[in-house]
């Protein structure tokens, strides 16, 4: 157990319309990062917030947002959903953010599928 | 910009054989580099890392040493077990931000 808590594990829905997915990171844990996994693209990193500010973004949608709350859950909200927004999507922690040491522990992952 | 390859899968081994899954990097500067695994219906979970160059990541038997004069990072484990049945992804940190993936090698192991 990575101490990362995702959920939803599964959510199901249909195009056009918007879901949010709960990210909760491991205790002491500042950074939290979204990441998506679809089976043409490969793991691609969405975006990263650190203490409830984002720090670094990556190819996020602007169908997508994200933001961290000052208990540093964060919750990603995707909206406008198309077919080819299904995927699996990570979250994953950190102590810090900027640090190449860094490492980032991964929740289970929330599989959305729009249909 | 930063990119990782890694060697296509799926890789199909019989228990004990020797397994290596080549990944070279793409880089300016000098990255940390990472090997992930994913069970089945699991999150990513680290396996090794390394953070300069010559450093060699070990865990659970598997090994993969940065090398900068040829950008690579190949997992290596000298004895596979069915239960190293996963996906394995290799990975490098550059801003200390994003992780770039590879795009994951599937390793079976048969009995």
């Known amino acids: 157990d990575s101490g990362v808590t995702q959920t939803p594990k599964h959510l199901i829905t249909a195009t056009g319309q918007r879901v949010t997915l709960r990210c909760s990171p491991r205790?002491?844990?500042?950074?939290v990062y979204w990441y998506q996994q679809s089976l043409d693209q490969g793991l691609q990193f969405l975006i990263q917030?650190?203490?409830?500010?984002?720090?670094a973004k990556g190819n996020i949608l602007e169908r997508f947002s994200a933001q961290q709350f000052p208990d540093l859950h964060s919750e990603l909200n995707l909206s406008s959903l198309e077919l080819g927004d299904s995927a699996l999507y990570f979250c994953?922690?950190?102590?810090?953010?900027?640090?190449?040491?860094?490492?980032?522990?991964f929740g289970a992952g929330t599989r959305l599928s729009v249909l | 910009g930063n990119s990782v390859t890694q060697m296509e899968g799926p890789v199909t081994l019989s228990e004990e054989a020797f397994l290596t899954i080549n990944c070279t990097y793409t880089a300016t500067g000098y990255p940390s580099l990472f090997w992930y695994v994913q069970y089945p219906g699991e999150g990513l979970q680290l396996l090794l890392k390394?953070?300069?160059?010559?450093d060699k990541g070990s865990n659970k038997g598997f090994e993969a040493t940065y090398r900068k004069e040829t950008t690579s990072f190949h997992l290596e484990k000298g004895s596979v077990q069915v239960s190293d049945s996963a996906v394995y992804f290799c990975?490098?940190?550059?801003?200390?931000?994003?992780?770039?993936f590879g795009k994951g090698t599937s390793l079976l192991v048969t009995p």
């Open positions: 205790s002491g844990d500042l950074s």
């Open positions: 917030y650190y203490n409830g500010e984002e720090r």
């Open positions: 994953a922690s950190s102590r810090s953010g900027g640090d190449v040491k860094n490492i980032q522990y």
């Open positions: 390394a953070t300069k160059a010559d």
């Open positions: 990975a490098l940190s550059r801003s200390g931000y994003a992780l770039n």
